[in-house]
């Protein structure tokens, strides 16, 4: 089975365990407010997780609207400022701040759109072929730029900051949506999000990294 009631609650654990371990090893609230990535997703996966007990098993049922509202509020709403939020919190350098403030409000706007449309049109959650699509009877006009703008609001922030290794997590983001748009069209918004969770778990050693190598200059400077 590819996807599962057993993969969302197993991906959730996983997750809370590590965003657990990354939140303790930031050392500021900028730190924690990009630390916190893995567990938020650990909380989105364990959504999907009641969702599939929903699905699949009539007393689970009443549950389903909550779930299914949930999930995509971390995949729609939260996500796309989020992440650009977290990335110009950690960022050191003035100048690229304030480049990164351009993805904060792509995002921000991009975010507002899907708020809108969750509340005015009909979501329905469907258990197809061992994964979950989510029917959204969205404008067709403009949703296409909506993933294009959300895609770029969560992806190139991690090319612009001066982070090391920041690049590396944005662009194994980036390359997993290619691959679910590819082998798993119609089921982005749930496949996504779940290689996107896991791959989060690298920020707990972006951030231990970056730690250590600001342990080190910090050591240099005090020796000088």
């Known amino acids: 089975m590819c996807f599962s ?3 969302s609650f197993g991906a959730g654990a996983v997750l809370t365990v590590i965003g657990i371990a990354t939140i303790k090893t ?3 609230p900028a730190h924690r ?3 916190s990535i893995p567990f938020l997703f650990a909380l989105q996966q364990i959504s999907e997780g009641f969702l599939w007990l929903s699905l699949s098993n009539p007393l689970y049922t009443p549950l389903q609207q909550a779930s299914t509202y949930v999930f995509l509020f971390f995949a729609e709403i939260l996500w796309p400022i989020w992440v650009p939020l977290a990335v110009y919190k950690l960022e050191p350098l003035a100048n690229r701040k304030k480049f990164l403030k351009i993805f904060i409000g792509l995002g921000a706007f991009v975010s507002l759109y899907l708020t809108y449309c969750l509340i005015n049109y009909p979501v329905e959650a469907i258990a197809m072929d ?3 699509h989510y029917k959204q009877s969205f ?4 949703s296409p730029y909506a993933t294009i703008i959300y895609v770029i609001a969560t992806v190139i922030p991690h090319f612009i900051s001066s982070i090391r290794r920041m690049w590396m997590f944005g662009s194994t ?3 997993s949506y290619l691959i679910t748009a590819v082998f798993y069209t119609g089921y982005i918004v749930s496949v996504w999000c779940f290689f996107a969770s896991i791959i989060s778990i690298s920020i707990f050693a972006i951030l231990y990294l970056h730690n250590k190598t600001a342990q080190i200059g910090e050591n240099i400077r005090i020796l000088r």
Do not use: N, W
Not at 139 to 142: G, K, M, T, Y
């Open 130 to 132: 061992h994964h979950i």
């Open 33 to 35: 407010f990009f630390a």
């Open 5 to 7: 009631t057993e993969a």
């Open 173 to 175: 983001v980036f390359v």
């Open 26 to 28: 930031a050392q500021s």
């Open 139 to 142: 404008p067709l006009s403009f």
